[in-house]
């Protein structure tokens, strides 16, 4: 029996084999992501980055439990004090991730964020009892170099990061974390479970500056239309990911998921003039083989 969750026919790609539909919505995920990192980007003239992920979250929370009352999918999910884990976990990879965008240029920003596969290397044998191949260790070595390859400055011959990077960083820990969280409450949950409670934790935790005199909830107009742009991209994205993976693989939609990095790298490059040095180049060339391998890593 289909769960209300997986994938119905599909009426845009009637005749495509699976596999196909899967790949062409894993692209588009990687996509709309990159829109909305460039977004972000164009948004940092009207919005602090309270308004972004609020925006954000409250997009999605509404979006998902319309879903949910929809389609009859519980949202609220269970193991639920590792669902508010991820919660967090999530909520501060958003935020590290966010800064960075608007910190460093894109490529390098998600390059850093693409080194979470080795962090969930890392974390997962503690966190879920995994064990690691000497293929992992040797992945893990590979994006540890990319990694002192993209702090390096070429001008001044340091690898001593920018604030930006370190956000970059901490986004990257967020995750690898998250993603072993979430596969501990695979088995019990649905896919959209985990993204709600990211969703609300960020909506609650973005929502207490807010209610400061400070930061406050009026914006100017554009920045409006840059809230429902981040609101519809992050959610569009999410659900491009999750249909993907009732077509293909999760190591196949992680791997087309790191194009993110490519069409990154293109868009800073002519929308915000960013020039890719060598060791920014080399550094996540190595990153996102070291990547590939641990998505596909079967030990």
């Known amino acids: 029996m289909k769960r209300p969750w997986e994938p119905a026919s599909n009426h ?41 992920v609020f925006g954000r979250s409250l997009f ?37 991730l966010t800064t960075a965008l608007l910190r460093i240029p894109l490529f390098q920003a998600l390059i850093l ?45 340091s690898i001593v990061p920018e604030a930006g990077h370190l956000f970059g960083l901490g986004a990257s820990v967020c995750v690898g974390i998250l993603m072993t969280l979430v596969r501990r409450v695979s088995d019990v949950n649905n896919p959209l479970t985990p993204i709600f409670y990211v969703s609300a934790t960020a909506l609650v935790v973005s929502l207490i500056p807010m209610l400061q005199s400070g930061v406050g909830f009026a914006v100017p107009l554009p920045g409006l239309g840059w809230l429902f742009a981040i609101g519809l991209f992050a959610v569009s994205a999410h659900i491009a990911t999750n249909r993907a993976l009732g077509y293909i693989a999760s190591s196949k939609v992680g791997s087309i998921s790191m194009l993110e990095v490519f069409f990154s790298g293109v868009a800073g490059y002519f929308l915000f003039a960013e020039s890719l040095g060598w060791s920014t180049l080399a550094g996540g060339m190595l990153i996102v083989i070291a990547g590939w391998g641990l998505v596909h890593d079967r030990g």
């Open 12 to 52: 845009v790609f009637p005749a495509a084999r699976p596999a196909l539909r899967g790949a062409m919505l894993a692209l588009l995920a990687a996509f709309l992501f990159t829109w909305l990192n460039v977004v972000i980007r164009f948004s940092d003239d009207y919005l602090t980055i309270w308004h972004m």
């Open 60 to 96: 999605a929370v509404v979006f998902l439990f319309a879903l949910s009352k929809t389609t009859g999918v519980c949202i609220t999910g269970r193991q639920r004090k590792t669902l508010l884990l991820i919660g967090l976990a999530g909520t501060a990879g958003i935020f590290f």
């Open 113 to 157: 964020f693409y080194t979470y596969p080795a962090v969930a290397a890392l974390v997962s044998p503690r966190l879920t009892g995994d064990t690691a191949s000497p293929r992992v260790w040797a992945c893990i070595g590979l994006a540890f170099t990319g990694t002192v390859l993209t702090l390096w400055s070429g001008g001044h011959g």
